[in-house]
T-cell receptor, first 113, second 115 residues
Framework: EPEVTQTPSHQVTQMGQEVILRCVPI?????FYWYRQILGQKVEFLVS????????KSEIFDDQFSVERPDGSNFTLKIRSTKLEDSAMYFC???????????FGSGTRLTVV | KQEVTQIPAALSVPEGENLVLNCSFT??????LQWFRQDPGKGLTSLLL?????REQTSGRLNASLDKSSGRSTLYIAASQPGDSATYLC??????????????FGQGTRLTINP
């Protein structure tokens, strides 16, 4: 069964550093997403990406965040200057369209120290 | 603004029992609803997807129902097994142009099946 692949599985970074989280969505999917889950809290939407541009973003997704699809297969989330409160599990997901379900990756656990 | 609530927050039952997990949402205008399973420290595994026009979906021992007008969904697990122990998440895709892109999640029900 097709999978969404995320790397790395765990990343530790110092406060103020930039991090890039990487994802390979399912190849024939059209919509790509990033979500995050702070420990013990709900899974929260960050951003959706369609047709090579951001289609929707939440208020969490401020200027320190950016997304990119640098080639035909990868989808990245960049956090420019990490804060302690950015520590969370970050999930990438993809979908074939509005009527289709989501497929999530296994997540990247980001720890900011 | 769509809100999703799951009750109970945690549930512990003996192996072999049938059980029901509940999900409610505040706005009945949805495209679909999806149930996921999350193991500790892991990703989300899709279990069932119900479109807004459907009443239920079944996969093996799992059955999910949807009552859009009352803003409720249930996940029924038959003949529970210790391997079913996990957190179960309900998520809705809100209707309308602005809400169509994202999922809104409940906080999950942590299920423990005791051997």
């Amino acid at each position: 069964e097709p999978e969404v692949t995320q790397t790395p599985s765990h990343q530790v970074t110092q406060m103020g550093q930039e991090v890039i989280l990487r994802c390979v969505p399912i190849s024939n999917h059209l919509y790509f997403y990033w979500y995050r889950q702070i420990l013990g809290q709900k899974v929260e939407f960050l951003v959706s990406f369609y047709n090579n541009e951001i289609s929707e973003k939440s208020e969490i997704f401020d200027d320190q965040f950016s997304v990119e699809r640098p080639d035909g297969s990868n989808f990245t989330l960049k956090i420019r200057s990490t804060k302690l409160e950015d520590s969370a599990m970050y999930f990438c997901a993809s979908s074939g369209g509005i009527g289709y379900g989501y497929t999530f990756g296994s997540g990247t656990r980001l720890t900011v120290v | 603004k769509q809100e999703v609530t799951q009750i109970p927050a945690a549930l512990s039952v003996p192996e072999g029992e049938n059980l029901v997990l509940n999900c409610s949402f505040t706005d009945s205008a949805i495209y679909n609803l999806q149930w996921f399973r999350q193991d500790p420290g892991k990703g989300l595994t899709s279990l069932l997807l119900i479109q807004s026009s459907q009443r239920e979906q079944t996969s093996g021992r799992l059955n999910a129902s949807l009552d859009k007008s009352s803003g409720r969904s249930t996940l029924y697990i038959a003949a529970s097994q210790p391997g079913d122990s996990a957190t179960y998440l309900c998520a809705v895709r809100p209707g309308g142009i602005q809400g169509a892109q994202k999922l809104v999640f409940g906080q999950g029900t942590r299920l423990t099946i005791n051997p």
